[in-house]
């Protein structure tokens, strides 16, 4: 389980987010809503472990890894793909064929650098990344704003597959029909606080 208990969240000394209690299970997709500066990154960047939280405490029982909105912004350019997933790897022997087939990336590509791929490519080639540490939590922030529909629902894809193999993922996203048709349940925030939501929907979606 990754848990929250009463955690703030903010800049400095000034809470975005107050009083956060929050739970995902293995294998559960939750999906987070609220608008633009409202403190979702800086939850999910708490939660992960990057930062610090201004009061409360989160407790992981597994690994977390995150997905960014830019993944050029995740890796080191002077990397091949290849060389940027195997140093994040759980295991020193990589099964490529397997990993490459659950991110939907094309083993191709594995020796290129991120400057001669695409955004949908180095998207599929982080989530390779993440994958390949064997986490037991992804959070996703923004993960699909840059990409077109079709890589979208390819890279949604992946996600529902990893949770189908045990990983708790918090889907952050602008993209509301998006949140509601892939999560299990959605979180909102208002104001300083984050509650279930009483705007959106969820339905479950059939996962291969």
């Known amino acids: 389980m990754l848990s929250a208990r009463s955690v703030a969240v903010g800049h400095g000394r000034t809470p975005l987010l ?30 992960s472990g990057l930062n610090r939280p201004l009061e409360g405490e989160v407790r992981i ?27 994040c790897a759980a295991d020193p022997e990589i099964d490529w064929e397997r990993l490459c087939a659950r991110a939907d990336l094309p083993p191709g590509l594995l020796d ?10 180095l998207q599929r080639a982080a989530i390779a990344r ?6 037991g939590y992804l959070l996703c922030d923004e993960m699909t704003a840059a990409l077109d529909p ?14 189908d193999d045990g990983a708790g993922v918090l889907f952050i ?3 509301l029909p998006l949140v ?15 509650a279930p939501s009483t705007t959106l929907s969820t339905r479950k979606v059939a996962r291969s």
């Open 112 to 121: 290129r650098y991120p400057r001669q791929v695409s955004d949908g490519q």
């Open 173 to 175: 996203s602008h993209d």
């Open 61 to 87: 029982d597994g690994r977390v890894a995150m997905l960014f909105q830019s993944p050029r912004r995740s890796v080191d350019p002077r990397l091949t793909l290849r060389r940027s997933i195997e140093i």
């Open 130 to 135: 993440a994958l390949v540490g064997k986490p």
């Open 18 to 47: 107050e009083g956060v209690d929050l739970d995902i299970g293995p294998g559960e997709i939750v999906g987070l809503v609220g608008p633009s500066g409202s403190g979702k990154t800086s939850l999910a960047r708490v939660l």
């Open 180 to 194: 509601g048709a892939c999560s299990d349940r959605v979180l909102e925030i208002r104001g300083t606080r984050v």
């Open 150 to 163: 079709a890589t979208t629902a390819a890279v949604v894809t992946t996600v529902r597959r990893a949770a």
